[in-house]
Nanobody, 122 residues
Framework: QVQLVESGGGLVQAGGSLRLSCVAS????????MGWFLKAPGKEREFVAA????????RYADSVKGRFTISRDNAKNTVYLQMNSLKPEDTAVYYC???????????????WGQGTQVTVSS
């Protein structure tokens, strides 16, 4: 079992930046691929970014490439999502998730945090 707790969300103006953090507890953090997903109102949860156990392989949704960066610190059991050049359409609840395969589908991730709200004003 892995428990995940996100933080760092908030209200920011378009063009601004936020850094989300997700702290894991329970089983060995470095065993897991970590991902970030978002859920906007009225839409399905969708993939944002993922990172492998060592941090040397990442994947991004096309919509965030060049703007968002995922990273991890296994010594701190933490995964980060640095979000730059934010747009109003980035507004959503952001979730971190843990799984075993570096992939995009929601179904590939077993453990989920409770989410943190990101609101980007125009």
């Amino acid at each position: 079992q892995v428990q995940l707790v996100e933080s760092g969300g908030g209200l920011v103006q378009a063009g601004g930046s936020l850094r989300l953090s997700c702290v894991a507890s329970g089983r060995t953090f470095s065993d897991y691929v970590m991902g970030w997903f978002l859920k906007a109102p009225g839409k399905e949860r969708e993939f944002v970014a993922a990172i492998n156990w060592s941090g040397d392989n990442t994947r991004y949704a096309d919509s965030v490439k060049g703007r968002f960066t995922i990273s991890r610190d296994n010594a701190k059991n933490t995964v980060y999502l640095q979000m730059n050049s934010l747009k109003p359409e980035d507004t959503a609840v952001y979730y971190c998730a843990a799984g075993w395969v570096l992939s995009m589908p929601v179904s590939a991730y077993k453990y989920w945090g409770q989410g943190t709200q990101v609101t980007v004003s125009s």
